[in-house]
């Protein structure tokens, strides 16, 4: 056969291929979604982030019309879930809701997690962020930030702060108190910000910081005294509680965690889009609005480039910290 026409029939069917490959990926997005999708969680039941996924995964179910169930993969800092949304495929059944252990881990486990998560994922929106506060039992003797900061001093080693797991907010922000006040802490590490609460509220450790979601209740009912607000402004849930920024210590309000929802590298952009426009939608509803406030988080719900553009800064503000506080995957304290 002539080379010319070998070469028009090899062309010829390399565009057959893709057109129908793109036919099929329209026409998934078209039918989607056809069959329940599952929101998967790196942590704890009753922490920041699944609660926050719970509220999103109700609404955004009414809208799209398919069931969106939420599934807790606590454990390793939140990569369990990473992993497992990451190597699932692209067609928008399974999604990733998770905060900045995404960016945080590979960072300090480049070797067990070799990924780009901006490259790795397709950014959907982040649903919001969340001021950090920090936060001791009711019934401690530290009655304000100076008054820790002081004990640790005298006593290095004594005092004790939990968190979600290495690399998490709570941990970094800990961390980033220890470099500036210069003391020295044990760090308690849990399988989520949820179950490290709970043993602020018994009174097992010594301090925590801890997301702004839902702590106004644990304030209401005596087990909590919030000793600083990582925001640049007071906020009105904690009438006289200080700044961080007004105590001396800069920057905690720009290392506020977000909670944001993710698919898998690949995922079609109209299946991107239509995620995207729930989620959106839904936070726009003056009801959701509203229990987000009363949680005490912040609306964000941004389009997928403009989540994209924020992970990217968001792994370069938390290389910084982990460089100026010489945080390591080994880190028990500082």
């Given at each position: 056969?002539?080379?010319?026409n070998?070469?028009?029939?090899?062309?010829a069917?390399?565009?057959?291929?893709?057109?129908?490959?793109?036919?099929?990926?329209a026409a998934?997005?078209?039918?989607?979604?056809?069959?329940?999708?599952?929101m998967?969680?790196?942590?704890?039941?009753g922490?920041?982030?699944d609660?926050?996924?719970?509220?999103?995964?109700k609404?955004?179910s009414?809208s799209?019309?398919a069931s969106?169930?939420?599934e807790?993969k606590?454990?390793?800092s939140?990569?369990?879930a990473?992993n497992?949304v990451?190597?699932s495929?692209?067609?928008?059944?399974?999604?990733l809701v998770t905060?900045?252990?995404?960016n945080v881990?590979p960072?300090?486990?480049?070797?067990?997690?070799?990924?780009d998560?901006v490259?790795a994922?397709e950014?959907?929106?982040n649903?919001?962020?969340?001021p950090?506060l920090?936060?001791?039992?009711y019934?401690?003797?530290?009655?304000?930030?100076?008054?820790?900061i002081a004990?640790?001093k005298?006593?290095?080693?004594?005092?004790?702060?939990g968190?979600s797991?290495?690399?998490g907010?709570a941990?970094l922000?800990?961390?980033m108190?220890a470099?500036e006040?210069g003391?020295?802490?044990v760090?308690?590490?849990?399988?989520?910000?949820?179950p490290?609460?709970?043993?602020?509220?018994?009174g097992?450790?010594?301090?925590?910081?801890y997301?702004?979601v839902g702590?106004p209740?644990?304030?209401?009912?005596?087990?909590l005294r919030?000793?600083?607000?990582g925001?640049?402004?007071p906020q009105k849930?904690?009438p006289?509680?200080?700044?961080?920024?007004?105590l001396?210590f800069k920057?905690?309000?720009?290392?506020?965690p977000?909670?944001g929802?993710?698919?898998?590298?690949g995922t079609?952009?109209?299946?991107?889009d239509?995620?995207?426009?729930?989620a959106v939608d839904a936070?726009?509803k003056?009801?959701v609005?509203e229990?987000m406030?009363?949680?005490g988080a912040?609306?964000v719900a941004?389009?997928?480039?403009?989540f994209r553009?924020?992970?990217?800064?968001?792994k370069?503000?938390?290389a910084a910290?982990?460089?100026k506080?010489?945080?390591?995957?080994?880190?028990?304290?500082?």
């Amino acid at each position: 056969m002539n080379p010319r026409n070998l070469a028009k029939r090899a062309l010829a069917a390399a565009l057959g291929t893709a057109l129908s490959a793109a036919l099929a990926t329209a026409a998934r997005a078209d039918d989607y979604p056809s069959r329940p999708i599952r929101m998967v969680v790196g942590y704890a039941a009753g922490g920041p982030t699944d609660v926050v996924a719970r509220v999103m995964a109700k609404e955004m179910s009414e809208s799209m019309g398919a069931s969106i169930v939420v599934e807790n993969k606590p454990g390793a800092s939140a990569s369990i879930a990473a992993n497992d949304v990451m190597r699932s495929p692209p067609d928008g059944y399974k999604l990733l809701v998770t905060s900045l252990t995404l960016n945080v881990n590979p960072l300090l486990y480049p070797k067990r997690y070799d990924y780009d998560p901006v490259k790795a994922f397709e950014p959907i929106t982040n649903f919001v962020n969340n001021p950090m506060l920090l936060v001791t039992n009711y019934d401690s003797p530290y009655k304000d930030l100076k008054s820790l900061i002081a004990d640790a001093k005298a006593h290095p080693g004594k005092l004790t702060f939990g968190s979600s797991g290495v690399g998490g907010s709570a941990h970094l922000a800990a961390e980033m108190l220890a470099t500036e006040a210069g003391i020295k802490m044990v760090h308690v590490p849990f399988k989520g910000n949820g179950p490290a609460l709970q043993e602020m509220v018994a009174g097992r450790i010594s301090f925590m910081f801890y997301p702004s979601v839902g702590i106004p209740n644990y304030v209401a009912a005596k087990q909590l005294r919030v000793l600083a607000v990582g925001t640049e402004k007071p906020q009105k849930e904690f009438p006289g509680v200080p700044t961080m920024d007004s105590l001396g210590f800069k920057g905690f309000e720009q290392g506020a965690p977000w909670i944001g929802m993710l698919a898998p590298a690949g995922t079609p952009k109209a299946i991107v889009d239509k995620l995207n426009k729930a989620a959106v939608d839904a936070l726009a509803k003056p009801a959701v609005r509203e229990q987000m406030a009363q949680l005490g988080a912040v609306v964000v719900a941004d389009s997928p480039e403009q989540f994209r553009q924020f992970l990217i800064q968001d792994k370069a503000r938390w290389a910084a910290v982990i460089k100026k506080g010489n945080v390591t995957a080994d880190d028990a304290g500082n």
